[in-house]
């Protein structure tokens, strides 16, 4: 019940092309929904996060939707730039709990 | 001011050797996680320390692994009797301990077990 589901695991768009990423969970009780932005030989960094009484959250590019019934939520990435290439990770949690599940990642490749 | 720092980059061992990973967080954070990511995988929880509460052990895979923290301080990650199997990324976080806070990562060791 712990477990969050990713897709696609690699993804492939155009430069100017929109990027979406989708994640579902089971564990109703996560509160905190954030994505990270990893870099080759780098750590995760923190890109965007939502909690649960919103549908979408944007900034800049990026949104995050949010489907509390259907236990989903995904990433958009707007004007997709070949700076974006990186592998993105969804996670969640509970704000009692706070160690993060995080989804297997998806690697995205834009091209010029 | 600097972002959590991790010892060393990378480290190389022969199977049944124990080794040692350090993490310094960023100051004043006073939560610390560890986190193990296998090539071309999530990232899996090992283990969170809060202050001086008792630590959150939850994901810690096996009595081969343990992790102390001093204070709100340096913590180091030990593997003994290393296996291939423990060959990953272990990466380090730090949080200010508020709700909803930002976790931020260090670099991460990457660990290979000969």
């Known amino acids: 019940q712990q477990q969050v589901k990713q897709s696609p695991q690699s993804l492939i768009v155009q430069k100017g092309g929109i990027s979406i990423i989708n994640c579902a969970y089971e564990n109703t009780a996560f509160d905190y929904f954030p994505w990270y932005q990893q870099f080759p030989g780098k750590g995760p960094a923190l890109l965007i996060a939502i909690r649960p009484d919103v549908s979408e959250k944007k900034e800049g590019r990026f949104t995050i939707s949010f489907n509390k019934s259907a236990k989903q939520f995904s990433l958009h990435i707007m004007d997709s730039q070949p700076g974006d290439s990186a592998t993105y990770f969804c996670a969640a949690t509970t704000t009692g709990r706070r160690a993060l599940t995080f989804g297997s990642g998806t690697r995205l490749q834009v091209q010029p | 001011g600097a972002g959590v720092s991790q010892s060393p980059s990378n480290k190389v061992t022969e199977k049944g050797k124990d080794v040692e990973l350090r993490c310094d967080p960023i100051?004043?954070?006073?939560?610390l996680y560890w986190y193990r990511q296998r090539l071309g995988q999530g990232l899996e929880f090992l283990i969170y320390?809060?202050?001086?509460?008792?630590?959150?052990k939850s994901g810690l895979p096996s009595d081969r692994f343990s992790a102390e923290r001093t204070g709100e301080s340096v913590s180091t990650l030990t593997i003994q009797r290393t296996q291939q199997e423990d060959s990953a990324v272990y990466l380090c976080?730090?949080?200010?301990?508020?709700?909803?806070?930002?976790?931020?990562f260090g670099p991460g060791t990457r660990l290979l077990v000969l």
């Open positions: 100051s004043g954070h006073t939560a």
């Open positions: 320390f809060q202050g001086n509460s008792a630590p959150d």
């Open positions: 976080a730090s949080s200010s301990g508020h709700s909803g806070e930002t976790q931020y």
